[in-house]
Nanobody, 120 residues
Protein backbone atom coordinates (compact mmCIF):
# COMPACT_ATOMS: atom_id res chain seq x y z
CA UNK A 1 0.00 0.00 0.00
CA UNK A 2 1.07 3.58 -0.63
CA UNK A 3 0.33 6.48 1.70
CA UNK A 4 0.41 10.07 0.48
CA UNK A 5 0.56 12.97 2.94
CA UNK A 6 0.20 16.54 1.72
CA UNK A 7 1.39 19.71 3.42
CA UNK A 8 1.80 23.38 2.64
CA UNK A 9 -1.75 24.54 2.03
CA UNK A 10 -3.07 27.76 3.49
CA UNK A 11 -4.51 31.17 2.77
CA UNK A 12 -2.87 33.80 0.61
CA UNK A 13 -3.85 36.96 -1.20
CA UNK A 14 -4.15 37.06 -4.97
CA UNK A 15 -0.75 37.34 -6.59
CA UNK A 16 0.93 35.46 -3.79
CA UNK A 17 2.66 32.08 -3.74
CA UNK A 18 2.34 28.77 -1.94
CA UNK A 19 4.30 25.55 -2.13
CA UNK A 20 2.58 22.22 -1.63
CA UNK A 21 4.50 19.07 -0.79
CA UNK A 22 3.51 15.43 -0.78
CA UNK A 23 5.43 12.64 0.89
CA UNK A 24 4.89 9.07 -0.27
CA UNK A 25 5.57 6.05 1.89
CA UNK A 26 4.72 2.38 1.87
CA UNK A 27 5.62 -0.82 0.08
CA UNK A 28 4.19 -3.36 -2.29
CA UNK A 29 2.78 -0.76 -4.67
CA UNK A 30 3.28 -0.01 -8.34
CA UNK A 31 3.64 3.62 -9.42
CA UNK A 32 5.73 5.51 -11.98
CA UNK A 33 4.22 8.96 -11.75
CA UNK A 34 2.79 11.49 -9.30
CA UNK A 35 0.59 14.50 -9.64
CA UNK A 36 -1.91 16.95 -8.21
CA UNK A 37 -5.65 17.31 -8.65
CA UNK A 38 -7.90 19.97 -7.16
CA UNK A 39 -11.57 20.35 -6.42
CA UNK A 40 -13.39 23.57 -5.70
CA UNK A 41 -16.80 23.64 -3.99
CA UNK A 42 -19.54 22.75 -6.44
CA UNK A 43 -17.08 21.86 -9.19
CA UNK A 44 -15.66 18.65 -10.58
CA UNK A 45 -12.24 17.47 -9.59
CA UNK A 46 -9.67 18.57 -12.17
CA UNK A 47 -6.13 17.57 -13.02
CA UNK A 48 -3.56 20.25 -12.20
CA UNK A 49 -0.14 18.80 -12.98
CA UNK A 50 1.64 15.45 -13.45
CA UNK A 51 5.25 14.37 -13.35
CA UNK A 52 6.60 11.05 -14.56
CA UNK A 53 9.66 9.26 -13.23
CA UNK A 54 11.53 10.30 -16.38
CA UNK A 55 10.95 13.94 -15.39
CA UNK A 56 8.40 14.77 -18.07
CA UNK A 57 5.56 16.99 -16.91
CA UNK A 58 2.03 17.95 -17.90
CA UNK A 59 0.04 20.99 -16.76
CA UNK A 60 -3.55 22.10 -17.03
CA UNK A 61 -3.89 25.14 -19.30
CA UNK A 62 -5.24 27.16 -16.39
CA UNK A 63 -1.97 26.86 -14.43
CA UNK A 64 0.68 26.81 -17.16
CA UNK A 65 3.37 29.41 -16.53
CA UNK A 66 2.29 29.84 -12.90
CA UNK A 67 2.66 26.39 -11.31
CA UNK A 68 5.69 24.12 -11.34
CA UNK A 69 5.69 20.47 -10.34
CA UNK A 70 8.90 18.80 -9.22
CA UNK A 71 10.04 15.51 -7.72
CA UNK A 72 12.99 14.72 -5.52
CA UNK A 73 15.74 12.37 -6.66
CA UNK A 74 14.46 9.60 -4.41
CA UNK A 75 11.05 9.84 -6.14
CA UNK A 76 9.18 9.79 -2.85
CA UNK A 77 8.30 13.49 -2.58
CA UNK A 78 6.52 15.68 -5.09
CA UNK A 79 6.07 19.44 -4.78
CA UNK A 80 3.87 22.00 -6.46
CA UNK A 81 5.16 25.56 -6.51
CA UNK A 82 2.21 27.88 -7.12
CA UNK A 83 2.92 31.47 -8.09
CA UNK A 84 0.71 34.38 -9.10
CA UNK A 85 -2.22 32.72 -7.39
CA UNK A 86 -5.74 33.72 -8.36
CA UNK A 87 -9.01 33.44 -6.44
CA UNK A 88 -10.09 30.76 -8.92
CA UNK A 89 -7.20 28.61 -7.68
CA UNK A 90 -9.06 28.20 -4.39
CA UNK A 91 -9.70 24.49 -3.91
CA UNK A 92 -8.79 21.36 -2.02
CA UNK A 93 -5.59 20.04 -3.57
CA UNK A 94 -4.96 16.29 -3.68
CA UNK A 95 -1.68 14.51 -4.25
CA UNK A 96 -1.85 11.40 -6.41
CA UNK A 97 0.38 8.55 -7.51
CA UNK A 98 -0.25 6.09 -10.29
CA UNK A 99 0.71 4.77 -13.69
CA UNK A 100 1.54 6.89 -16.74
CA UNK A 101 -0.93 6.62 -19.60
CA UNK A 102 -0.05 8.70 -22.68
CA UNK A 103 1.88 11.30 -20.62
CA UNK A 104 -0.86 11.65 -18.01
CA UNK A 105 -0.72 10.09 -14.57
CA UNK A 106 -3.70 7.82 -14.02
CA UNK A 107 -4.10 7.99 -10.25
CA UNK A 108 -4.28 4.83 -8.21
CA UNK A 109 -3.57 6.45 -4.85
CA UNK A 110 -4.86 9.67 -3.29
CA UNK A 111 -3.83 11.82 -0.38
CA UNK A 112 -6.30 13.34 2.06
CA UNK A 113 -6.00 16.80 0.54
CA UNK A 114 -4.79 20.21 1.63
CA UNK A 115 -6.84 23.39 1.36
CA UNK A 116 -5.64 26.38 -0.65
CA UNK A 117 -7.60 29.61 -0.32
CA UNK A 118 -6.79 32.69 -2.40
CA UNK A 119 -8.50 35.94 -1.49
CA UNK A 120 -8.94 38.87 -3.83
Amino acid sequence: QLQLVESGGGSVQAGGSLRLSCAASGYGYSSNCMGWFRQAPGKERERVADINNDGSTHYADSVKGRFTISQDNGKNTVSLQMNTLKPEDTAMYYCTAGISVEDLCAPGYWGQGTQVTVSS
